[in-house]
Structure formats: C-alpha cells, structure tokens
C-alpha cells in the first residue's frame, strides 16, 4: 500500500521555504527520501530509521516520526536546482523492510 | 563503475507480444527492485527479490513474471503485453545488510520507456 504524500505540488520562489509529507498506514523500519528530475532516474536524498530521527543534507533536511507513522522533507532557501518530483520510499516492517514502497511524489517548482 | 543497467532504453510492441526487460548491477546488492512510473502515480512496486533466488510480488504484479538469474541480474517479463502495461519501468538495487540500516540507499537504471499498441 503506497504512502500518502501531500501537497501533490507546489510552486516556490527563490528563497523561500517548503515542507513535504508523507504519511504511512504500516509501522516502518525507515523512510526514504528521492528527487527525481525529469526524464531522469530518482535519486537518493536521504534515509530515516525508526527511533524518530532527523537528518539534514546540505540545506534540505527531514524528519520521522515512528508513532505517527508519518516523515516530513524541509527545503529551506530554496533554489532553482531544488526543482524536481520529490518521492518518499517507505520500508514497512510486516515485509522485514524487504520492500519500499513510494508515494506518488510532489512535484516542486522553483521560480527565479 | 556502472551501477545498475537495464536494456532497453526504449521499445514499442503491439498487443499480445512478449517482451523482456533486462537488468544487471555491479555493486554487489542483496535486494533488486522493478518499479513502473505512471503520471500521477508516483513509482508503483511490481516485483522485488530480496536475494539471490527469491521474488515476490509488490504492488501491481498482474501481467508481469521475474526472473532473478543471478546475484547480478533481475529480469522483467511482458509475457501478452496490454496497453495498460505502457509506462516508463526502473529496476532499482538496494544493499540490505543485516543490522546495518544507513546503507540501505536505492540505486535506480536509467529507465525503459515503453510503449504498447
């Protein structure tokens, strides 16, 4: 069952802020973060294990919150090259986090 | 360092015919991933193996087979291809060691975009 990620997009300019959610129905052993570009492949951003961490990379950084079954990616100042479909990736624990499922992404779209 | 391949990079069949999809990767992953991508739908799981000599089916399995070859290679097959089956597919590699969860990134092919007449 895929994770529900919100908003399905959203549009910023130049340095401002944004949040993405992505919220589970199963208890996971971890989330993972994606951006794909278009017409590329998505690639890794970052991962979260069960535990509640929160992890930053360079100025994009998320949080898990186990309980709630639910992660949030922060973009904060963001910037032209941050344009792209954001995916969450969810290992839940029923399968042994053998699979990842992913949400259906929210797209960004970074203005000058 | 080639990571993960898969071949075709494009194909177009008509309905009924066969088709397969071929993956290898180079990192030495237990787990190996396909994925189809639809617009709106995000990156839905149609099989996965998480080891050499084991599948199972994910989210969407209908019309599709797997064969996992080897530790290398992870093959998708199209055995009557419907229209409903054009999509772009991943396959993606994943290491899944035990215990040790921070090196558990995803790898994905640069993709195969088909198209079913």
């Known amino acids: 069952q895929q994770p529900v990620q919100s908003p399905q997009a959203v549009i910023l300019r130049e340095g401002e802020d944004a949040v993405i959610n992505c919220s589970s129905s199963?208890?996971?052993?971890?989330v993972h973060w994606y951006r794909q570009k278009h017409g590329e492949a998505p690639v890794f951003l970052m991962i979260l294990l069960k535990g509640g961490e929160q992890k930053g990379h360079e100025k994009i950084s998320a949080s898990f919150n186990e309980k709630k079954q639910q992660s949030s990616l922060y973009l904060t100042a963001s910037q032209l090259s941050y344009s792209g479909t954001y995916f969450c990736g969810t290992a839940p624990m029923d399968t042994g986090r053998r699979a990842l499922t992913f949400g259906s992404g929210t797209r960004l779209q970074v203005q000058p | 360092n080639a990571g993960v391949t898969q071949t075709p990079k494009f194909q177009v069949l008509k309905t009924g015919q066969s088709m397969t999809l071929q993956c290898a990767q180079d990192m030495n992953h237990n787990s190996m991933y396909w994925y189809r991508q639809d617009p709106g739908m995000g990156l839905r799981l149609i099989y996965y193996?998480?080891?050499?000599?084991?599948?199972d089916k994910g989210e969407v399995p209908n019309g599709y087979n797997v064969s996992r070859l080897n530790k290398r290679e992870f093959s998708l097959r199209l055995e009557s291809a419907a229209p409903s089956q054009t999509s772009v597919y991943f396959c993606?590699?994943?290491?899944?060691?035990?215990?040790?969860?921070?090196?558990?990134?995803?790898?994905f092919g640069s993709g195969t975009q088909l198209s079913v007449l």
């Open positions: 993606a590699s994943r290491s899944l060691p035990q215990g040790a969860y921070t090196n558990e990134k995803l790898f």
């Open positions: 199963k208890a996971l052993y971890s």
């Open positions: 193996s998480a080891s050499e000599g084991t599948t």
